[in-house]
């Protein structure tokens, strides 16, 4: 009686059963075609591997289940426990439980969302809206009462600041955005923020007003973006235009800019412009290298050589100038100009172990507003009265 | 002649499936059935028998179920090298393969390398270099075979070293 019941309960609810000994011999089977003492691993694949698991079982009393394994186009539930008999000896039970057509059409449905899934993960569409979540991460978003206090902020705003939503709510604005420019619209700013760490960060921002249904401006959402490296970029080209790339040194434009601000200004000042005697000799014996090296040593020399306040600047290839500081007085320039013309002798560039060059250079002062009245005047006269240097050197 | 279990493991879509099926088989299929559930194919590698484990994707609403890693002696991540989310959970599902079965080695595979895709050496470079775990990254193609079988061999050649 007991017997059939079991067949019935096993019939009815599609269960086999398999029980086996530590050695994974088969001591009886339910509903599987499998001879005793042969190995279940041979029948019931799923336990390789699980041996250490099985035989601890006892230990750690929870029966190990794996379910919805997929066998001969049909889904099964696994569970193997332990149990003793009689004397006290291990044996280990496993039943395998077969699903019911409704698990294999919820499988289907499964697969089906799973498909779609896919195609929208490779689509276009997929991609655009990662695009906007990535700007939207970047977004920091203020909602304002008219008075400018915080009444809602994303959850960019809560990463930027590292901050609770909490800490933001009825605070004014300005506590965490300092106004930088305001651009040509009143709703278009540049704001300074400092970051979680502390760090300057610039955002332009948009504001937008919100109106409720009668039309009446009810709160204003700020939106902010980081343009921190767009300044940062800005700056960089800024400083490329204004300095020589191989010395550092500012360059011509600068000059320039900064002689018409002082013949603006000031009542006097001087110039001494200084020129490599033979570059192209030294470019052509040496090597390009050793060019660039000797107006590296020069642009050295030269820093060292100067007081802080006076400006050393690389007009063009060989040619280099300092502007005095327009407090210095002539009988002191005078007298550093004519130090600066056995500088060179002084130092020769060791260019390498063998090659020690020996270089010269002609050197010219020239005052405002005596010698010249703006930048051109001088870079046209400077470069006019050099050449004469030269000739009378028998450089040229 | 000695057996082990391996899995596959990694997000749904990414082809675990159909490298198995190139290694077992030597087919493929391009029409795509995601697996639910497990199931096991057994192939005989030199004096070993591996049983694969081939097991449902990870989800955005289902994670994979831990018991499918249970007595596993290595893992192979499958990612796919034109969603770039599968590539960035590889480190996750390292993760999770350790809790289960803690320093197993781990062989990555990038797949669908058949198509045109964005993933650079450096990238490459980095994957590997994610975790100690880690015995192999290779771009594979479940479709033409490229380095299908190289993946399984890599992964039995650490696992046979460990065990011997």
């Known amino acids: 009686m007991r017997t059939n019941l079991l067949d019935l309960l096993c019939k009815k609810s599609a269960i086999s059963y398999i029980i086996f000994d530590s050695a994974f011999h088969v001591i009886e089977a339910k509903n599987v075609d499998l001879e005793k003492e042969s190995d279940i691993r041979d ?28 066998r001969e186009n049909c889904y099964y539930d696994l569970e193997i426990d332990s149990f003793k008999d009689k004397h006290t000896k291990n044996y280990y039970i496993a039943y395998m439980q077969k699903k019911s057509k409704y698990t294999k059409e919820y499988a289907n449905v499964l697969r089906e969302i799973n498909k779609k899934t896919l195609i929208y ?140 601000t002082l013949t603006e200004r000031e009542n006097s000042f001087s110039v001494s412009f200084i020129d490599i005697d033979h570059f192209t000799i030294i470019n052509e014996e040496y090597g390009a290298h050793a060019g660039d090296m000797l107006l590296k040593h020069l642009t050295d020399l030269l820093l060292e050589f100067k007081d802080p306040d006076d400006l050393l600047l690389r007009l063009n290839g060989d040619s280099f100038a300092i502007v005095f500081d327009p407090s210095k007085k002539r009988e002191y320039i005078e007298r550093v100009n004519k130090n600066l013309e056995t500088l060179a002798s002084k130092n020769p560039l060791h260019y390498n172990s063998e090659d020690v060059i020996q270089f010269t250079y002609t050197t010219l002062l020239m005052h405002f507003p005596q010698d010249a009245e703006n930048a051109q005047d001088f870079l046209k006269k400077a470069q006019k009265a050099m050449e004469r240097k030269k000739i009378d050197k028998k450089i040229l | ?138 771009k594979t193609s479940a479709k033409s075979g490229d380095a299908v079988e190289e993946l399984f061999l890599k992964l039995n050649e650490t696992i046979c070293e460990q065990i011997s």
């Open chain 1, 43 to 70: 029948f019931l694949w799923e336990i390789i591997g699980l041996e250490e698991p099985i035989l601890t079982l006892k230990k750690h009393n929870t029966p190990i289940e794996i379910p919805m394994i997929l």
């Open chain 1, 121 to 260: 993960d490779l689509s276009d569409e997929k991609k655009d809206s990662q695009y906007f979540k990535e700007i939207n991460k970047h977004l920091i978003t203020f909602h304002l009462d008219l008075d400018g206090f915080i009444i809602g902020v994303n959850d960019a705003s809560i990463h930027f600041f590292n901050l609770e939503k909490g800490a933001f709510l009825n605070q004014h604005f300005s506590e965490f955005f300092q106004v930088q420019k305001s651009q040509n619209t009143e709703t278009s700013n540049i704001f300074l923020a400092k970051n979680a760490n502390k760090e300057d960060v610039f955002f332009h921002t948009e504001t937008i007003p919100v109106a409720n249904t009668e039309g009446k401006i009810k709160e204003n959402i700020i939106i902010a973006q980081d343009i921190t490296h767009l300044k940062k970029i800005k700056k960089e080209l800024e400083y490329a235009q204004e300095h020589d790339a191989l010395t550092g040194l500012a360059n011509r434009r600068t000059f320039l800019k900064k002689i018409d």
């Open chain 2, 1 to 138: 002649m000695f057996s082990y279990k391996i899995v596959l493991i990694g997000n749904f879509g990414t082809g675990k499936t159909s490298l198995i099926r190139r290694f077992v088989e030597n087919s493929f299929s391009e029409e795509y059935l995601s697996t639910i559930g497990v199931s096991i194919s057994k192939k005989t590698i030199k004096n070993a028998t591996v049983m694969i484990w081939d097991i449902e994707g990870h989800t955005e609403f289902k994670p994979i179920f831990k018991q499918y890693l249970l007595g596993a002696k290595g893992f192979i991540v499958v990612a796919d090298l034109l969603r770039p989310e599968s590539i960035e959970q590889i480190p996750q599902h390292i993760e999770f393969c350790h809790n289960v079965v803690q320093d197993a080695p781990v062989c990555i595979a990038l797949n669908k390398s058949d198509m045109p895709h964005e993933l650079t050496e450096d990238s490459l470079q980095k994957i590997k270099q994610s975790s100690p775990a880690i015995v192999e990254v290779l």
